[in-house]
T-cell receptor, first 116, second 114 residues
Framework: AQSVTQPDIHITVSEGASLELRCNYS??????LFWYVQSPGQGLQLLLK??????LVQGIKGFEAEFKRSQSSFNLRKPSVHWSDAAEYFC??????????????FGPGTSLSVIP | KAGVTQTPRYLIKTRGQQVTLSCSPI?????VSWYQQTPGQGLQFLFE???????NKGNFPGRFSGRQFSNSRSEMNVSTLELGDSALYLC?????????????FGPGTRLLVL
């Protein structure tokens, strides 16, 4: 069965420091991967997604993620964190073969705190 | 363009009651998906509707149901509420589906079952 793990439940970084959030997936075929962010009191917002092609994906708010098939990973990175990045981050994988009928499975999330 | 709206935002019910939540998608979006978010189970997919038809369903009991109207607005219903149904219920809309197109999420309805 498809699954997503995020090994870090909570991460604290200083403002201006770099950030890497880990994500590992389990899926037999080519995965379709996503990162979402959920700020306090707000709904989820898509940061970026990977379907195929270049394994380094650029997203909004200065985030990027790299797909590594050999490691079954899709880690999210940001070179310099801002206080407003404090939020819950969810990695997700889509099942099936990129049809409109597939569903998205979310990881447990990583909570990010930013120290001023 | 208005975003996804969900009503009500907060709801308190007692065990055994039923509840109906509403979701209005972004104009022009035909796919509406529902998710349940709890501290213990995280984000779990409930079901997806497209053009008034349910085309995908997660692993939830039959007490959870939904429907979509011709204007793409969607409702979900939970009958015979249990304490474990307390959660944030999120609705998301997209043009044609939750994978190929970007999903836009609403702020959620927080349900508390006493």
């Amino acid at each position: 069965a498809q699954s997503v793990t995020q090994p870090d439940i909570h991460i604290t970084v200083s403002e201006g420091a770099s950030l890497e959030l880990r994500c590992n997936y389990s899926y037999g075929a080519t995965p379709y991967l996503f990162w979402y962010v959920q700020s306090p009191g707000q709904g989820l917002q898509l940061l970026l997604k990977y379907f195929s092609g270049d394994t380094l994906v650029q997203g909004i708010k200065g985030f990027e993620a790299e797909f590594k098939r050999s490691q079954s990973s899709f880690n999210l990175r940001k070179p310099s964190v801002h206080w407003s990045d404090a939020a819950e981050y969810f990695c997700a994988v889509a099942t099936g073969m990129k049809t409109s009928y597939d569903k998205v499975i979310f990881g447990p999330g990583t909570s990010l705190s930013v120290i001023p | 363009k208005a975003g996804v709206t969900q009503t009500p935002r907060y709801l308190i019910k007692t065990r055994g009651q039923q509840v109906t939540l509403s979701c209005s998608p972004i104009s022009g979006h035909r796919s509406v998906s529902w998710y349940q978010q709890t501290p213990g189970q995280g984000l779990q997919f409930l079901f997806e509707y497209f053009s008034e038809t349910q085309r995908n369903k997660g692993n939830f009991p039959g007490r959870f149901s939904g429907r979509q109207f011709s204007n793409s607005r969607s409702e979900m219903n939970v009958s015979t509420l249990e304490l474990g149904d307390s959660a944030l219920y999120l609705c998301a809309s997209s043009l044609y589906g939750q994978v190929r197109e970007t999903q836009y999420f609403g702020p959620g309805t927080r349900l508390l079952v006493l």
